[in-house]
T-cell receptor
Framework: AAGVIQSPRHLIKEKRETATLKCYPIPRHDTVYWYQQGPGQDPQFLISFYEKMQSDKGSIPDRFSAQQFSDYHSELNMSSLELGDSALYFC????????????FGPGTRLTVT | KQEVTQIPAALSVPEGENLVLNCSFTDSAIYNLQWFRQDPGKGLTSLLLIQSSQREQTSGRLNASLDKSSGRSTLYIAASQPGDSATYLCAAPSSNTGKLIFGQGTTLQVKP
């Protein structure tokens, strides 16, 4: 069965650089969620999109922006990177009409040096 | 506002023991509750999803229960094995938009 795809799986950036993380949801899933998991922390909700519109927003820094495209894939753009942005970033998708049923991707590990 | 708490934070047991991990949530109007497994530095593996209309779900040696009235869920692991060593997270949706609120996790070590 198809799963959520995230790319890249690993990313190393320097402070003040920009990073773009990509998420490809499971086919026929219309909702995408982004979560951030810092070292030793539980995952924290960042932002979600339903049918290409932002549906909910969590503790996402102003330096981050995200969008969902017409093919339902999503991108998380992170600018002016800080050391504290080093984390695992998960994307999850959910099927039409079942927003509470989320399927997680393998995550992107971002390291900021 | 949904808050999720897991007890204990860490647990060490000998191989073969049956064990229970606890999860509590503050907003009982949840659609479902999900249990995940996470190995160090790895992704989230969904173990069990319990719908609000269900009281429990089983998968192999795992059994998860849900009691909405008391705001509690438990994950029962039977005949634990060293390969079960990992962090177990429970998560409940916070709103009708579906965002998940995670507990802090229980880190399990099963000793041979």
């Amino acid at each position: 069965a198809a799963g959520v795809i995230q790319s890249p799986r690993h990313l190393i950036k320097e402070k003040r650089e920009t990073a773009t993380l990509k998420c490809y949801p499971i086919p026929r899933h219309d909702t995408v969620y982004w979560y951030q998991q810092g070292p030793g922390q539980d995952p924290q909700f960042l932002i979600s999109f339903y049918e290409k519109m932002q549906s909910d927003k969590g503790s996402i820094p102003d330096r981050f922006s995200a969008q969902q495209f017409s093919d339902y894939h999503s991108e998380l753009n992170m600018s002016s990177l800080e050391l504290g942005d080093s984390a695992l970033y998960f994307c999850a998708s959910s099927p039409l009409g079942r927003p509470n049923e989320q399927y997680f991707g393998p995550g992107t590990r971002l390291t900021v040096t | 506002k949904q808050e999720v708490t897991q007890i204990p934070a860490a647990l060490s047991v000998p191989e073969g023991e049956n064990l229970v991990l606890n999860c509590s949530f503050t907003d009982s109007a949840i659609y479902n509750l999900q249990w995940f497994r996470q190995d160090p530095g790895k992704g989230l593996t969904s173990l069990l999803l319990i719908q609000s209309s269900q009281r429990e779900q089983t998968s192999g040696r795992l059994n998860a229960s849900l009691d909405k009235s008391s705001g509690r869920s438990t994950l029962y692991i039977a005949a634990s094995q060293p390969g079960d060593s990992a962090t177990y997270l429970c998560a409940a949706p916070s709103s009708n938009t579906g965002k998940l609120i995670f507990g802090q996790g229980t880190t399990l070590q099963v000793k041979p």
